[in-house]
């Protein structure tokens, strides 16, 4: 993305304090002023997609109509093969309805205890949304492997259990330099730079139709 993509501001369509700390990080360079949801005081729209880019979509879009701001907003998730796809859309109320992401790891151990397939992948669609209502979505995905234990300094959602293709450390087991280069979500946003990148006139000219670019691990 060159200065001339260098965006007023941007909204990050977010109430969670984790999720906005890490997309103003990878928006600060792109974007004047960054604000959120949560600091606008925005209503979290219900999340009722039948996929990640849906429910990433209906946050971007209902940030940036109400602000009239370009908004940013993603969606993402764990699905296990050996769950039928669990938790996956549902994976922020599996970790709630649990008591928390440690008590809901323990209850996926539990239920892959004996059971020797745990392939597995990370899902994050990242949404990129005008006050049109136009929208880009981006979807990265990393393979991997559940383990058979919890490992890792970095309790961040079910990195704890989740070990990349390639890699036999779980994601808690990287630093967070190296675990910012190896989530989906970095993955989704790469995708995002390259494709903002090659539409110099975006803002000016949007498409007229959602459009899903994939990026996988």
């Not at 309805?97 to 992948?121: F, M, N, P, V, W």
């Not at 967070?176 to 970095?186: D, G």
Request: hydrophobic share 40%; aromatic share 8%; with cysteine.
């Amino acid at each position: 993305m060159g200065n001339q993509l260098l965006y007023e501001h941007i909204v990050i369509a977010s109430h969670n304090t984790g999720k906005i700390s890490e997309l103003s990080d990878l928006f600060k360079p792109y974007s004047k002023t960054i604000t959120s949801s949560k600091t606008r005081g925005l209503i979290e729209p219900a999340e009722c997609g039948k996929s990640f880019c849906e429910n990433a979509e209906v946050k971007a879009v209902t940030a940036a109509k109400a602000t009239g701001c370009l908004a940013i907003a993603d969606d993402s998730g764990l699905c296990i093969d050996a769950l039928n796809g669990l938790p996956g859309l549902y994976t922020a109320r599996w970790a709630k309805q649990s008591g928390g992401y440690a008590q809901a790891i323990d209850h996926i151990l539990t239920r892959l205890e004996s059971d020797s397939s745990r392939k597995a992948k990370m899902v994050c669609a990242l949404s990129f949304a005008l006050p049109s209502g136009v929208v880009y979505s981006f979807l990265g995905e990393v393979y991997g492997t559940i383990s058979w234990r919890a490992k890792g300094k970095n309790l961040i959602g079910f990195e704890p259990i989740f070990i990349p293709n390639g890699s036999t450390k779980t994601l808690a087991e990287y630093s967070l330099v190296q675990r910012s280069m190896l989530i989906p979500r970095a993955k989704a946003f790469h995708q995002l730079l390259k494709h903002l990148g090659e539409r110099e006139h975006f803002v000016q000219t949007p498409m007229q139709t959602p459009e899903v670019v994939y990026a996988m691990l």
